[in-house]
Every structure is written in structure tokens, then in C-alpha cells.
């Protein structure tokens, strides 16, 4: 199946630093990117979709000033944490989405691990 | 979007056969099933996919009664690292504005 990496794998962080999270699909054009967050012992929240070349779409309670997200080409999204607090530690996932022969096909990547200190 | 819900937790032992039941009330006609596996600090891994009846592949079997308002994701022989948390999402299989929503998933621990 198709490959989605993420960079880094975790990140341990100072307090009012940002952190860059880059998502990026291997050996595919994805044709929207996804990202999640996930808090210890509890499901996948979305928090934006974006596709190439445009604003991502963020869910209701994400703030997008303080959640970057850059979709610059088909193959690679960047999730930003700015100005991060310890309440934004927690386990980002990014999913990545090709449309092939008319289905669609969604492939996740393995995650980074944010530490906010 | 089509809400699921399944069991929060699950215990099996090794080499027994597990299932999973999930239901998706008002999942639409042209949604499909899929679940998925997840184990901690990973990201979650594609398990199975179907639409109607049965379906099975080299990890697992899925099945899903005549009005699609559940589906039981089957494991047969579970083994200690089968240990994970499983998900099903329901969702169309084409088209662009399917955004994949997770629900709490079900924790499987499988006992020695």
C-alpha cells in the first residue's frame, strides 16, 4: 500500500516555541491531507482538511492561527503549533487521501509525538 | 455522516476468535465499512473495507447483514499482538467530501 511519513517522530519543545510537523506521501499524490490529534487513551480528533493550494478547512474549536497548516503541493502538508503550551502536547496524526479508479483510498501516517515542557 | 458505535473494551485470549460488532443506523446507500487497527503511539493501520454480505482477506473477515445497519469485524485466532484498538468508519468510497471522522473505537486486549 501506499506510504505516508511524518517528520519528525517526536518532538520535545520549550513552552511559546513553535514546532513544525511535515506530512509528507511518498509514493502517491494525495489529493486531500488530513490532520488529527489524539490525547492519551482517547480516539482521533480532526482537527483541519486541506487540499492542495487552498486554506484548509479547520473543525470547530481549532484555532487556525495557532495550528498552521500549509498544503503547498500534492505530496507534502505541514502542520504548525505555534506559540505552544503544555496543553498542546498530545499525538498529531496526519492522513493523507487518493481518489484510484474512482474509489477512494485513505492512508495514515505513523504520527508525532509532541511534548510541550 | 453515518455515527458508529461499538463496545468500549474487549478481552479475548490467544487463539480464540474475536468479533467486534459496530452500528451504523443510518449509514447511507452509497457508504462503505471500514476498519481499521491501532496500536499505541502508531498510526492507524487499514484493516478491511466492504459494502454488503462478506468479505474477507488475509487478516481478517468482515460482515455485514442485508439492511448494513452493523457490520462484525471478525479476527480469527487472535494472538497477543493483536492487542490494539479498533475503529470502524463509515463513509463513501469515492468522491471528494468525505472527511474521515473517527468514533471511540473498541480496545481489544487479548489475555496469555
Known amino acids: 500500500g501506499a506510504v505516508v511519513s511524518q517528520h519528525p517522530s517526536r518532538v520535545i519543545c520549550k513552552s511559546g516555541t513553535s514546532v513544525k510537523i511535515e506530512c509528507r506521501s511518498l509514493?502517491?499524490?494525495?489529493?486531500?491531507m488530513f490532520w488529527y490529534r489524539q490525547f492519551p487513551k482517547q480516539s482521533l480528533m480532526l482537527m483541519a482538511t486541506?487540499?492542495?493550494?487552498?486554506?484548509?478547512?479547520?473543525e470547530q474549536g481549532v484555532e487556525k492561527d495557532k495550528f498552521l497548516i500549509n498544503h503547498a503541493s500534492l505530496t507534502l502538508s505541514t502542520l504548525t503549533v505555534t506559540s505552544a503550551h503544555p496543553e498542546d502536547s498530545s499525538f498529531y496524526i496526519c492522513?493523507?487521501?487518493?481518489?484510484?479508479?474512482?474509489?477512494?483510498?485513505?492512508?495514515f501516517g505513523p504520527g508525532t509525538r509532541l511534548t510541550v515542557l | 455522516l453515518a455515527k458508529t458505535t461499538q463496545p468500549i473494551s474487549m478481552d479475548s485470549y490467544e487463539g480464540q476468535e474475536v468479533n467486534i460488532t459496530c452500528s451504523h443506523n443510518?449509514?447511507?446507500?452509497?457508504?462503505?465499512i471500514t476498519w481499521y487497527q491501532q496500536f499505541p503511539s502508531q498510526g492507524p493501520r487499514f484493516i478491511i473495507q466492504?459494502?454488503?454480505t462478506k468479505v474477507t482477506n488475509e487478516v481478517a473477515s468482515l460482515f455485514i447483514p442485508a439492511d448494513r445497519k452493523s457490520s462484525t469485524l471478525s479476527l480469527p485466532r487472535v494472538s497477543l499482538s493483536d492487542t490494539a484498538v479498533y475503529y470502524c468508519?463509515?463513509?463513501?468510497?469515492?468522491?471528494?467530501?468525505?472527511?474521515?471522522?473517527f468514533g471511540r473505537g473498541t480496545s481489544l486486549i487479548v489475555h496469555p
Open positions: 486541506s487540499n492542495e493550494g487552498s486554506k484548509a478547512t479547520y
Open positions: 492522513s493523507a487521501r487518493v481518489e484510484l479508479a474512482g474509489d477512494n483510498e485513505q492512508f
Open positions: 466492504g459494502y454488503k
Open positions: 509514493d502517491f499524490q494525495a489529493t486531500t
Open positions: 443510518n449509514i447511507a446507500t452509497n457508504d462503505y
Open positions: 468508519l463509515v463513509g463513501p468510497a469515492s468522491g471528494g467530501s468525505y472527511i474521515p471522522t
